[in-house]
Nanobody, 122 residues
């Protein structure tokens, strides 16, 4: 299993970004995939998740109403649309999966992609 995240960048407050997580492996569609973020000096936070079988989304309270997660099963890709970004959203974002786990939220992972930096300027 391999995951690769992309789409980060520098935006101003109120701007938008769309992150992508490409999943390589036979279990895509069976495992929930989570998006996490980690800012310097802060604990890792699970911000969103989508289940494999039903595509049910989950959002942390901190991003509820601003972020939207979706999946393209044909492309083995999970997207995280981030709108109305705030400076506190600045972090390294990465996707992760816990093999055999198809429930959201995902708290732990045994596979994760490299991070993509999101920076929101005030």
């Amino acid at each position: 299993v391999q995951l690769q995240a992309s789409g980060g960048g520098l935006v101003q407050t109120g701007g938008s970004l769309r992150l992508s997580c490409v999943f390589s492996g036979s279990s895509f569609g069976y495992d929930a995939i989570g998006w996490f973020r980690q800012a310097p000096g802060k604990e890792r936070e699970g911000v969103s998740c989508i289940t494999g079988e039903h595509g049910s989304p989950y959002y942390a309270e901190s991003v509820q109403g601003r972020f939207s997660i979706s999946r393209d099963n044909a492309g083995n890709t999970v997207f995280l649309q981030m709108n109305n970004l705030k400076p506190e959203d600045t972090a390294v974002y990465f996707c992760g999966v816990l093999s055999g786990w198809d429930t959201c939220p995902v708290y732990e992972y045994n596979y994760r992609g490299q991070g993509t930096q999101v920076t929101v300027s005030s």
